[in-house]
Nanobody, 115 residues
Framework: QVQLVESGGGLVQSGGSLRLSCAAS????????MGWYRQAPGKQRELVAD??????NYADSVKGRFTISRDNAKKTVYLQMNNLKVEDTAVYYC??????????WGQGTQVTVSS
């Protein structure tokens, strides 16, 4: 069994910063891809950023403002979010993909950006 636990969400003013963390526990020792998705009310879940050993990908809307990183020893992925905008308000979900191509999801953490 694998569990992903997110932390770091909250309420911040426009222009502020937050850092999300997601730690995995359970039977898997390493993951191929780690990433963050978000879902705003009334919208579909979308990829924010992901990271593998070879690459990092970002949604166009967050390029230059968000940075994804990972600590393999801790089975943890981070998302540093700077210059937050009201439109970044959403529930942010951690996602990790095992080398067996199984997807795992966290429970989600709310990020609210006020104007």
């Amino acid at each position: 069994q694998v569990q992903l636990v997110e932390s770091g969400g909250g309420l911040v003013q426009s222009g502020g910063s937050l850092r999300l963390s997601c730690a995995a526990s359970g039977s898997i020792n390493s993951f191929n891809v780690m990433g963050w998705y978000r879902q705003a009310p009334g919208k579909q879940r979308e990829l924010v950023a992901d990271i593998s050993s070879a690459d990092r990908n970002y949604a166009d809307s967050v390029k230059g403002r968000f940075t994804i990183s990972r600590d393999n020893a801790k089975k943890t992925v981070y998302l540093q979010m700077n210059n937050l905008k009201v439109e970044d308000t959403a529930v942010y979900y951690c996602q990790m993909t095992s080398y067996a191509a199984i997807w795992y999801w966290g429970q989600g953490t709310q990020v609210t950006v006020s104007s």
